[in-house]
């Protein structure tokens, strides 16, 4: 059994028509709204309970007036506003977040490392609201003027406060492909980048570039990357991946199994392995006999190797 893709997979209304004439701010005091709140990169957790924590108004209402950006409307959940709230600027604890709970009774963590222990359409939803902030975050002038912006609808549009520019902005979504490619003989092409945990391998992977198809994409990286031509690109699936704004578009890819040539700039070793050499490589942070390492459960990278190697 595979696990489902993480950060995909919500069900909750994201109320995308009651947008229009949405004021965050206002809905915040409705009695029924939640908030899902971020830190620094951080989520609140319970550990006790895997989903993400909705936290009620009288914990979070103090700190809303003094938010820059505002708070955004996400959704309606149980017929009441779902509002993310960017509390970055609160003073905190260390890596530790702001201190909001009375009871003490959770903690805060990065997304990636709570991704895969969530429930799918959890994660999907706290994917949504960090992308959503992250973006916020980044996107405060005009791109065009560099005038102020002005959030409407919820929270989902910045609008040029300049009038004679009144360009809108959206939030950003930025497509990548990634790409499993095996060869006649049975094996996988797996490289790895220079920054990464020593001994971990995955799929390559780049963005897609003005005027390019995906699939385009997918040849142009591997050859970049790899120095191998690729054939039969097909798509499996795609993934939210807010670290900050990508859209993972994975495929799997034939190719004639030549040496692969790393670019060096990217990818500083790239290899074929076998499934007996995948049934070597460690996973969870914990390195195999051989000193290799499978990419996170949380990533479509495990998701195309699992599946391949699973037949
Ligand atoms: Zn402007």
Known sequence: MINPLSYRGGAFDRASLARHDADPAELARHPGARFLVYWRGLHPVDPARPVALRLEPALVLPLIAA????????????????????????????????????????????????????????????????????????TRFCSVCGATLRFEEGGHVGTCTNAACATQHYPRT?????????????????????????????????????????????????????GVRIGDVRYVASQPWPFPSSLMVGFTATASGADPVPDKREIEDVRWFTRADLDRFGSAGVPGPDGHLLPGPDSIARLLIERWRRG
């Open 174 to 226: 930025d497509p990548a492909v990634i790409v499993l490619v095996v060869d006649q003989a049975g094996r996988v092409l797996l490289g790895r980048q220079p920054q990464w945990t020593p001994g971990l391998y995955s799929c390559l992977a780049g963005f897609v570039e003005p005027g390019e198809a995906l699939e385009e994409a997918a040849a142009r990286e591997v050859f970049e990357e790899a």
């Open 67 to 138: 938010l820059d950006p505002p708070a955004l409307l996400l959704g309606i959940e149980d017929e009441a506003p779902l509002i993310a709230l960017d509390l970055s600027a609160a003073e905190g604890h260390g890596d530790s977040g702001p201190h909001l709970d009375p009871s003490g009774g959770w903690g805060w963590q990065g997304l990636r490392a709570i991704g895969a222990l969530l429930p799918a359409g959890e994660s999907a939803l706290l994917a949504y609201a960090r992308g959503m902030l992250l973006w916020r975050s980044r």
